[in-house]
């Protein structure tokens, strides 16, 4: 992966140039609620061969995600490492109905040179899809199109059309194994989530893409749903196919608000995209069981490789012996002691919140923060360094500035489709620390 900071063209058209690609990124709401994101002027531009291995790793480890969660469900001692409540745990239980566990997957990874190594992995409601589409297409509307950026040879992926595809694919599979339920060929797709969600943006820009494709597509909210037995309706429209936005905590917390739906999905008369059991690999505990022995044993070798070389070490933050670098340590006062190695996570979150870098805390800091985790459901992971590059600012081009990459691969369908790229000013990723787009692009060579 390349990015290079100084740009092959005068600081004045480069404002200018940044300034029509904010118009077009407002214009295509690229957006996270009322905020329109900012884009990075260089992109990422990766190989034939960077793309392959990325796409190699992440499809790899959404396969071994995929097994674990098998692992999980059929094999009651696993339960005990999750904390649903229990009516929310019986639908994770249930079989999605189309053969997949994760259709929706998006990793947070790390590329240093050719190594690849996902710290994260988001089932649940995974976002920025049609944000990603738009602000490639716009970047090169507006630098591709010049030939003096150099740009006319590169490609980009386009992630929104497979979210379709694995709709399509889940609501197919699904359809000829429930037969009886008699449902039609071509779904009605609801969009579902809470009202005033910060991603709505996105929810339209999918149901405009279904609409595209000459599907029914409708943004509904769990208050609007209504079930006779037969039929799921959101405002007295049929539903046959639910794309499920919503968090998997929202809906545990929602449960008796979204009673038409839940009734419809144990009744079999939806498809739910993003079944409850993803669940079970979005919980962070997941990077936690792919390092268990217990687990390695039952998965193939070439998946057990992938999880060696692209996940690094995870444990529950709970007192143990565990196996560190080959060496066994009593785990909390190892990771007392060393916090320079490691990081702390909740186990369910979102936007960065309770994430905690030993590394770039004072060592007071770091004991506050293991207490205050210890009573809760956390893991601990070893610290994976993150790359930095050199940006122009879009306000001063001719200064750069260090700022962190982040990089987050899609996997729809068990499919890689496209990657999210950002940057930060900190090592911790989010919407507080100046996060911005980053263009991510191929070359056709190697």
């Known amino acids: 992966m390349t990015i290079t900071a100084h740009l092959p063209v005068p600081a004045t058209r480069i404002r200018r140039d940044h300034a029509a690609l904010a118009r077009l990124l407002e214009e295509r709401n690229v957006k996270y609620g009322r905020w329109t994101y900012s884009a990075e002027l260089a992109p990422a531009i990766l190989t034939r061969a960077d793309r392959a291995r990325l796409q190699h790793a992440a499809e790899a480890i959404v396969r071994a995600s995929e097994l674990v969660t098998d692992i999980v469900v059929a094999q009651p001692q696993w339960h005990a490492h999750y904390a649903f409540p229990r009516e929310f745990w019986e639908l994770v239980l249930m079989d999605s109905g189309y053969g997949m566990n994760i259709p929706c997957a998006r990793f947070d990874a790390v590329m240093n040179g050719d190594a690849v190594t996902f710290i994260e992995l988001n089932t649940d409601g995974c976002s920025g899809m049609s944000n990603v589409d738009a602000l490639h297409a716009s970047f090169m509307d507006v630098f591709g199109a010049q030939p003096a950026y150099g740009l006319q040879a590169m490609h980009y992926d386009r992630a929104v059309p497979h979210v379709l595809d694995t709709l399509l694919l889940c609501y197919e599979r699904f359809r000829a194994t429930h037969a009886a339920a008699a449902l039609p060929a071509q779904p009605a797709i609801a969009i579902l989530d809470l009202p005033g969600e910060a991603t709505h943006w996105e929810f339209s820009a999918i149901a405009s893409a279904c609409h595209a494709r000459g599907l029914a597509a409708h943004v509904v909210t769990p208050a609007q749903a209504a079930f006779d037995g037969r039929t799921l309706c959101f405002d007295g429209q049929p539903v046959q196919l ?8 929202d809906y545990a917390e929602h449960l008796n608000e979204l009673q ?28 936690a069981l792919l390092h268990d022995a217990a687990i ?9 490789q992938a999880v060696r070389q692209h996940v690094p070490w995870t444990a529950p933050l709970q007192p143990q012996h565990a196996l560190f670098r080959g060496a066994s340590i009593d785990l909390l006062p190892f990771v007392r002691a060393h916090r320079d190695l490691f990081v702390i996570k909740p186990c369910v979150s979102k936007l960065g919140f309770g994430i905690h870098q030993g590394r770039f805390m004072t060592d007071a800091a770091w004991q506050h923060a293991l207490d205050a985790a210890l009573p809760h459901d956390f893991i601990v992971q070893e610290f994976v360094d993150l790359p930095t590059a050199l940006f122009p600012e879009p306000d001063k081009p001719a200064t750069t500035t260090t700022r962190y990459v982040h990089l987050g691969p899609y996997v729809f369908g068990g499919v890689f489709c496209g990657t999210l790229g950002r940057t930060c000013d900190n090592p911790l990723l989010s919407l507080h620390t100046g996060e911005r787009l980053l263009p991510v692009l191929y070359t056709q060579s190697t």
Do not use: D, H, N
Request: charged share 20%.
């Open 260 to 287: 038409p739906v839940t009734a419809a999905f144990r009744a079999r008369r939806v498809c739910m995209v993003g079944a409850p059991r993803s669940q079970i690999a979005f919980s962070k505990r997941l990077f």
């Open 242 to 249: 639910i794309y499920r936005r919503m968090l998997g905590g």
């Open 296 to 304: 390695q044993a039952a998965l193939p070798a070439e998946l057990v």
